[in-house]
């Protein structure tokens, strides 16, 4: 690294302490907020991209220059290319909210996000925590991703004290191709679950695949469900 560059480093990282302050204020100004954000956008640093990134923590009103500020941010986020991913996924590791870092990573790297967003669920359990949002919300969006390893990875969630994990579990295997890997899994919540959604989500999955299940395994069907003469379950 040349002199030069030593300097221009410098210069940048304080650039970039003296704008973050402006891009994390919600109580601040909208203009000078709406600057700072393109002053950093100019700056093709990781440091940069994650005082941008905190603009997603927060809402400000009117709903019109809370989202012009945020779509600004998040094309400027995504013009950035590979610099980006790393300050992502950096971000989705902590952020509560994933929707808005999940469509900018997906948008530069498509095959990195099912990844990422297994990685972190295995790092999760499936014993009651007080806010479960940032698990739901990655078992919801892997009911959208297709990949061998999401059955192996989600299977343990079918059994999440949380009743919306389960929900949201029971649809990510159903969504893949592999799903009949986890088929004798999907009998065993059937068989055990109270919540009458879940059953009918397994049970429009057996459905749809022609799936057939014994009367004995299927527990207390929902009204709204019967047997055909080959065990498949159907809506009435």
Do not use: C
């Not at 600057?35 to 700056?43: C, M, S, T, V």
């Not at 669920?121 to 739901?136: G, H």
């Not at 969630?157 to 295997?173: I, N, P, Q």
């Amino acid at each position: 690294m040349g002199l030069f560059d030593l300097f221009s480093k410098k210069g940048t990282t304080g650039a970039v302490q003296k704008l973050a302050p402006k891009v994390s204020d919600k109580r601040g100004m909208a203009p000078d907020r709406w600057e700072a954000i393109q002053a950093l956008a100019k700056i093709d640093s990781e440091e940069a991209i994650e005082a941008l990134l905190v603009r997603f923590t927060f809402y400000v009103d009117p709903t019109i220059t809370d989202q012009e500020e945020k779509d600004s941010v998040f094309n400027s986020i995504v013009g950035k290319g590979a610099l980006a991913v790393a300050p992502l996924e950096r971000f989705i590791a902590k952020a509560e909210s994933l929707s808005w870092p999940l469509k900018m990573l997906d948008r530069i790297t498509p095959n990195g996000v099912l990844d990422t967003l297994l990685g972190m669920l295995r790092k999760m359990d499936t014993e009651y925590e007080r806010d479960p949002q940032r698990k739901l919300q990655i078992l919801a969006e892997l009911e959208t991703r297709h990949g061998a390893e999401v059955v192996v990875a989600v299977t343990p969630f079918l059994s999440d004290v949380h009743e919306t994990a389960r929900f949201h579990a029971v649809g990510a295997v159903l969504a893949q191709e592999n799903a009949e890997d986890a088929r004798s899994a999907l009998l065993d919540v059937l068989a055990r679950e109270d919540s009458m959604r879940i059953k009918a989500r397994i049970l429009d999955g057996f459905g749809q695949r022609g799936w057939a299940i014994d009367v004995a395994q299927a527990g207390r069907l929902p009204d709204a469900f019967a047997l055909d003469p080959s065990g498949v379950p159907h809506r009435r």
